[in-house]
């Protein structure tokens, strides 16, 4: 399995200002990913963390509002930029882990963002 | 692109009892994989069961159970002996590769009365 801790777990913003969100897995993966999700509705993806490398955006989604790094296999952040009552949401990262020839997905508890 | 249509937003069951959430997806591919997970409240998404496209038979954990018609497209999830523990939203999610990214389901909501 996986384990996966997200910091901050939750936080309130003022609006203009921006978040940083760490994502930490006990161990190496095969692929990061940050999803938004607001309570009760589905998963949006944000995009996909690349290790060593400018991250891959889902439509909707730019490098300026979401700067996403990822230095090594097991670390990834989201900076939401700029922010505005709109990104209110919570955050999810989730990892790709290898086992039997078969990545499993695991998702993090996720970072509530609300933002005044 | 791929989507993956949750019809019931909304789904009860009384404790002990048998409950099938229904997921339908398009995809032009042959082979793929298609997810159910399970979101407590306020708790981390975890995986319930997946199947392999290139499987017939269909897949099974415990209480939970699958009925996957490929050619229909269609892909529910049979819940037996209904527990508590078990309301949750439930998200069916499709995914093309192995090491890929999924689409979801908008979620059904399940609630089990006691």
């Known amino acids: 399995s996986a384990v996966i801790s997200q910091k901050p777990s939750r936080d309130i913003c003022q609006r203009g200002t921006s978040l940083t969100i760490q994502c930490q897995v006990d161990?190496?993966?095969?692929?990061m990913f940050w999803y938004r999700q607001q309570p009760g509705q589905s998963l949006t993806l944000i995009a996909t963390?690349?290790?060593?490398?400018?991250?891959?955006?889902e439509s909707g989604f730019v490098i300026d509002k979401f700067p996403i790094s990822r230095p090594n296999l097991t670390f990834s952040t989201l900076t939401v930029s700029n922010m505005s009552p709109e990104d209110s949401s919570i955050y999810l990262c989730?990892?790709?882990?290898?086992?039997?020839?078969?990545?499993?997905?695991?998702f993090g508890p996720g970072t509530r963002l609300t933002v005044l | 692109a791929q989507t993956v249509t949750q019809s019931q937003p909304e789904m009860s069951v009384q404790e002990a009892e048998t409950v099938t959430l229904s997921c339908t997806y398009d995809?032009?591919?042959?082979?793929?994989?298609l997810f159910w997970y399970k979101q407590p409240p306020s708790r981390q998404m975890i995986l319930v069961i997946r199947?392999?496209?290139?499987?017939?038979q269909n897949a099974t954990e415990n209480r939970f159970s699958v009925n996957f018609q490929k050619a229909a497209k269609s892909f529910s999830l049979k819940i037996s002996d209904s527990q508590l523990g078990d309301a949750a939203m439930y998200f069916c999610?499709?995914?093309?590769?192995?090491?890929?990214?999924?689409?979801f389901g908008d979620g059904t909501t399940l609630t089990v009365k006691p």
């Open positions: 999610a499709y995914r093309y590769t192995n090491a890929g990214k999924s689409t």
């Open positions: 199947q392999e496209a290139y499987k017939q």
């Open positions: 963390a690349n290790q060593g490398s400018e991250a891959t955006y």
């Open positions: 995809t032009s591919e042959s082979d793929y994989y």
């Open positions: 989730s990892v790709l882990k290898l086992a039997d020839s078969y990545n499993e997905q695991f």
């Open positions: 161990s190496q993966v095969t692929m």
